[in-house]
């Protein structure tokens, strides 16, 4: 369509592969030289990876061009085959037309036709192209492949070209016999500027254009060069449909406006964008979740932790027995000015001998915990008057002597030193001021516990 316009025979940026147009530059030089000694010298496993459109069939299909009659070449464009329809398309490849109903006998045939090939000089190679679409089954078929060799000399080389996937899937574990034996690996970079410059003026020369700077100038080159990043399949899609734009307006000459606009037209910049920010959202994704559920594995840690000590177990079950069960009995009538007080029923413990009781006030509060009533707070004057006589008459006094504590006169006198018995003897004991601090020669009254039911 725009060939007349800008004095061309064809198209020079058609996708399609021609040897015609073919443009070699340092990076791709360098790859074919790598691939073309794996082969020369049976390397064995030769791996050639790139990103989309940096030109690995084109290397490929330079390779296969130089080879010579000795070299007798499989070439899988699709590996998206089982394991078996691998191997019979493999020897029919390389000239075993026999029909095999199992994959037993294949490899033993297969094994002898190497030898036979081997021992007329002939050198065998496949190339599996899109190799990062193959599955671990598929993969580890080849390199059991490779397994098929003399005392020194490989039987069959191959080599696998694929996008940077690949690599990523030759790290699995699963992979690393496979991994280990790859002797030759190389991955193919964009062009530079230079690079795309040589690119685009030497397919303009091949198409038959006498000046191609005319058409591309140097400032229009970087513009292509910065739109397309490089990548030679990129290129020709930028570069044709310029081509296309000026020939719609009626410019021989190419601007970087241009160029930008059909960079905008067919969208190149979600694609590239996307490219670039997929790395970026693969790596941060997985590390939101990682501090996610470390997070509720800490704090579950620290809960056990708590839980199973001594005194997380004392605070949880006093947290537990805390909670009152009020009773469905009918609450007795309060005056707004005196406040609500849950009493517990406990026994009382006396010191006298005549009265036993069993069990002490604290284990009764914690097991008769469910029975509560709601009443007023009595006066002081009220319970004191409440205690029988009896147990006026056993109430003790003592002097504190020389190294005597609250607590232990406490455990003396009623046999334990509990909270309960601590502020009974605070309350009935008014001048002291701390329960923790008594004096030498200080008189302490100790009351017999009471209760007030």
Not at 71 to 87: G, H, Q, R
Request: proline residues 5%; glycine residues 4%.
């Amino acid at each position: 369509m725009y060939t007349e316009f800008y004095n061309l025979k064809e198209k020079p940026f058609n996708l399609t592969p021609s040897p015609r147009f073919l443009y070699l530059g340092e990076t791709h030089k360098e790859a074919l030289s790598l691939l073309t000694y794996g082969v020369m010298e049976r390397k064995g496993f030769v791996l050639l990876t790139g990103e989309v459109g940096t030109g690995k069939t084109t290397i490929v299909q330079a390779l296969l061009k130089n080879l010579d009659s000795s070299i007798k070449c499989v070439y899988l464009s699709n590996p998206t085959l089982s394991a078996k329809d691998f191997l019979f398309y493999v020897a029919s490849g390389l000239g075993l037309k026999t029909q095999f109903s199992s994959k037993g006998p294949l490899l033993v045939q297969f094994e002898d036709f190497l030898r036979r090939l081997f021992q007329h000089q002939k050198n065998v190679l496949l190339i599996v192209d899109e190799a990062q679409r193959l599955s671990f089954r598929l993969l580890e078929e080849i390199r059991l492949l490779s397994n098929i060799q003399t005392a020194d000399r490989k039987l069959i080389n191959i080599f696998l070209v694929g996008q940077p996937e690949l690599n990523e899937k030759l790290s699995q574990p699963i992979c690393r016999p496979l991994l280990q034996r790859i002797s030759i690996r190389y991955h193919i970079k964009p062009l530079d500027l230079e690079g795309t410059q040589e690119y685009i003026e030497t397919r303009l020369k091949v198409a038959g254009a006498e000046n191609g700077y005319k058409i591309f100038p140097n400032h229009v080159i970087k513009a292509v060069h910065q739109y397309s990043e490089g990548y030679p399949r990129m290129i020709n899609i930028l570069a044709d449909n310029v081509l296309l734009l000026g020939y719609s307006k009626g410019e021989k000459k190419i601007t970087p406006a241009m160029v930008k606009e059909c960079y905008q037209d067919i969208c190149l910049d979600s694609v590239l964008s996307r490219k670039r920010q997929q790395p970026q959202q693969a790596s941060s994704s997985p590390l939101r979740s990682y501090w996610k559920w470390a997070l509720a594995l800490f704090f579950v840690i620290i809960f056990t932790a708590t839980f199973m000590s001594r005194r997380g177990q004392n605070f949880f079950w006093r947290l537990a027995g805390s909670i009152p069960i009020i009773s469905q009995a009918p609450f007795k009538e309060l005056s707004k000015e005196q406040p609500l007080v849950i009493k517990r029923k406990i026994d009382v413990v006396s010191t006298n001998p005549r009265e036993k009781r069993s069990t002490s006030a604290f284990q009764t509060e914690e097991k008769q915990a469910d029975t509560i009533d709601l009443i007023r707070p009595e006066k002081p004057k009220e319970i004191e008057s409440s205690l029988r006589v009896e147990d006026r008459e056993s109430w003790k006094s003592v002097i504190v002597k020389e190294g005597d504590t609250l607590s232990k006169l406490a455990a003396a006198v009623y046999g334990r030193a509990d909270e309960d018995n601590l502020k009974l003897i605070h309350k009935h004991n008014p001048e002291i001021k701390d329960i923790n601090r008594i004096e030498v020669g200080q008189k302490i009254i100790f009351p017999p516990p009471y209760s007030t039911d």
